[in-house]
């Protein structure tokens, strides 16, 4: 019932890190992707001042419920089911959505659902946040990035670490504009926009 994921757990830190940079004093963060739920547990905990609401497709829901019966924390929801080409989305109103290790994992068409999706929900000076690995026009993909691009295609062709300037011109496409793009340790990016 509950997962445990070993990246998670490793990343964590340095995600709340830019999350705290970047997130607003208070409001509804709407998580998609939430996975294992472990982000979702370990994010509420430390930003008290925000409600975080988990989401994902329904394999991933028993887990993400699991995490937060033990974590018992006020501002963590009861997570959605949200699938990406299911509309409209189960929610109407948040102040900044969050989405980590998803982009490279669902097919370029989820990613557009995605974006499109944010471009609809976010208003105003909301921000949108990616974490995860992207490739670059200017340079060559990290050795580490290429054997992980390899094994994500041959588990599943329309996944593959994406390049950053077509996820940047899709952002653009929904009105988010790009505010930030970090490097973070084992070759990720933390990467968020701020809806116009």
Not at 4 to 14: A, G, L, M, Q, V
Not at 129 to 151: H, I
Not at 163 to 190: K, Q, T, Y
């Amino acid at each position: 019932m509950k997962q445990f994921s070993p990246s998670c757990e490793r990343n964590k830190e340095s995600i709340l890190t830019v999350l705290q940079e970047v997130l607003p004093a208070s409001g509804v963060v709407l998580e998609i992707g939430s996975g294992s739920g472990q982000h979702a547990a370990y994010f509420a905990r430390a930003l008290p001042q925000l409600e975080w609401q988990p989401s994902d497709v329904a394999e991933n829901l028993p887990s993400i419920r699991a995490w937060r019966a033990e974590a018992g924390l006020p501002n963590l929801r009861e997570p959605l089911l949200l699938d990406l080409f299911a509309e409209p989305w189960p929610v109407t109103s948040v102040q900044a959505l969050v989405c980590i290790n998803t982009v490279h994992i669902v097919s370029w068409p989820g990613v557009e659902k995605l974006f499109t999706g944010a471009g609809r929900l976010l208003a105003s000076g909301a921000v949108m946040f990616v974490y995860g690995p992207y490739r670059y026009s200017t340079r060559p993909l990290e050795p580490s990035n290429e054997e992980f691009d390899r094994w994500l295609k041959a588990r599943d062709a329309q996944s593959g670490v994406r390049l950053f300037e077509d996820v940047n011109a899709l952002a653009h496409e929904n009105g988010l504009m790009l505010a930030g793009d970090r490097a973070m340790p084992a070759n990720n990016r933390s990467i968020w926009w701020i809806k116009k």
